[in-house]
């Protein structure tokens, strides 16, 4: 379980494949702290530590994550999101994230304003009743808040200190995100659904 806070951030430096999985060594100023067997949520996945070598470390996306995310498009030298799983005793700043990616969804605008930065994102149709105005969404594993929602979009802004701390920063237009919508209003659609 994660909140959604940014903890830092990561390089991605080797990629490796090997079947129908992809490894990724990541190299970022928290590595040296990871313990094999941790989960570790990277851009809204969850993955496991599978290695640790000073300020590097691997994890493993297999065939089912890379459909589900966009793992599948990782390129040497990106940046990633990273934020190790929350304890029960810590304040909980965003929203219970689980690290398990729905969906992905497109970036089809950015744009600046004096203060944030606004990104509009399109997001499969089938999704509509998992958002909410004012709701909390999982972007890339950040916790936002959306707004000028409607059955294909929705907007967040980004205060210059997130940008800055996460992946955001090199998210352009027509870039595909990660999105995880709010674990209760999954749980409360399915209960409806089988009524």
């Not at 040497?76 to 700043?93: A, H, P, T």
């Not at 219970?96 to 994102?121: M, N, P, Y």
């Not at 409607?150 to 802004?157: Q, R």
Request: with cysteine; charged share 25%; net charge positive.
């Amino acid at each position: 379980m994660f909140t959604g806070i940014i903890e830092s951030t990561g390089i991605i430096k080797e990629i490796i494949t090997i079947s129908s999985n992809k490894s990724f060594w990541i190299e970022s100023p928290i590595s040296h702290e990871f313990k094999t067997d941790q989960s570790v949520n990277h851009n809204g996945a969850c993955l496991t530590i599978e290695e640790v070598q000073g300020n590097r470390h691997r994890v493993t996306a297999i065939e089912e994550t890379l459909k589900k995310t966009n793992l599948e498009q990782w390129k040497i030298g990106e940046l990633v999101n990273l934020e190790r799983c929350l304890k029960m005793y810590s304040r909980l700043d965003g929203h219970l994230v689980q690290g398990h990616v729905d969906t992905t969804a497109i970036c089809i605008k950015r744009k600046e304003k004096t203060g944030s930065i606004e990104f509009t994102i399109r997001f499969p149709k089938k999704f509509a009743d998992l958002l909410v105005e004012k709701g909390s969404v999982c972007l890339n594993g950040i916790s936002l808040t959306v707004f000028n929602l409607t059955k294909k979009t929705f907007t967040v802004a980004i205060i210059p200190y997130t940008l800055s701390h996460t992946s955001l920063q090199s998210v352009k237009e027509d870039d595909v995100i990660n999105l995880e919508f709010d674990m209760v209003g999954k749980y409360i659609i399915r209960s409806l659904s089988l009524k």
